[in-house]
């Protein structure tokens, strides 16, 4: 138990259609993450929630649409995605407070996404 | 900006031998520093961490010591098992914009045979 829930863990589908990923955070922490993982490439982070608002958004196309409606839900809004896009999707959360640096985050096991 | 350089892989050991897996970093200011473990169908796991110069964090028999004078951040275990085989991250967390940043290296697959 990882106390960061993803669902589904897998999910294929087409470029035209419309899905949610959705994450669950179960350990009280204040700020999520949205975060890529493909093949031989780095991690790479794509959306930050500090108390439910965004802090980050680093250059994600506009096919991908967050939204945090509270600190222990976050969602990942996908259409018109591309094949380019299929990748593991990993959730993360932590405890954030400013002027620290020394939480760690704690992360799902992911959404395994497949575009056809 | 910070930036995270680990070792590329794979590494793949015999079952006892020892591991080292190094790490090296470059950022501004004092930086948490941290070992992530990613096995096969899940997310990554926090394996230790260190939060000061000179701190080794440790657990299940890794560790790893936080060298600033090296900026460096190697993991180290005694003898390996076929159940430590897995991706492992370096990671740095320091400020930006007066909250934690955390730069991730990327990865080293490391396989254990028996």
């Known amino acids: 138990e990882t106390g960061v829930t993803q669902t589904p863990r897998h999910l294929v589908m087409g470029m035209t259609n419309k899905k949610s990923l959705k994450c669950e955070q179960h350990?009280?922490?204040?700020?999520m993450y949205w975060y890529k993982q493909s093949a031989k490439k780095p991690l790479e982070l794509m959306f930050v929630?500090?108390?439910?608002?965004?802090?980050e958004n680093n250059s994600v196309p506009s096919r991908f649409s967050p939204e945090c409606p509270n600190s222990s839900h976050l969602f990942l809004h996908l259409h018109t995605l591309q094949p380019e896009d299929s990748a593991l999707y990993l959730c993360?959360?932590?405890?954030?407070?400013?002027?620290?640096?020394?939480?760690?985050?704690?992360f799902g096991d992911g959404t395994r996404l497949s575009i056809l | 900006g910070n930036s995270v350089t680990q070792m590329e892989g794979p590494v793949t050991l015999s079952e006892e031998a020892f591991l080292t897996i190094n790490c090296t970093y470059t950022?501004?200011?004092?930086?948490?520093l941290f070992w992530y473990v990613q096995y096969p169908g899940e997310g990554l796991q926090l394996l230790l961490k260190?939060?000061?110069?000179?701190d080794k964090g440790s657990n299940k028999g890794f560790e790893a010591t936080y060298r600033k004078e090296t900026t460096s951040f190697h993991l180290e275990k005694g003898s390996v098992q076929v159940s430590d085989s897995a991706v492992y991250f370096c990671?740095?967390?320091?400020?930006?914009?007066?909250?934690?940043?955390?730069?991730f290296g990327t990865g080293t697959k490391l396989q254990v045979i028996p």
């Open positions: 350990l009280g922490h204040n700020a």
């Open positions: 990671a740095l967390s320091g400020q930006s914009g007066g909250y934690q940043k955390v730069t």
């Open positions: 929630y500090n108390f439910k608002e965004q802090t």
């Open positions: 993360a959360s932590s405890h954030l407070r400013q002027g620290y640096s020394n939480q760690p985050q704690h």
């Open positions: 950022a501004t200011g004092y930086p948490s």
């Open positions: 260190a939060t000061k110069a000179d």
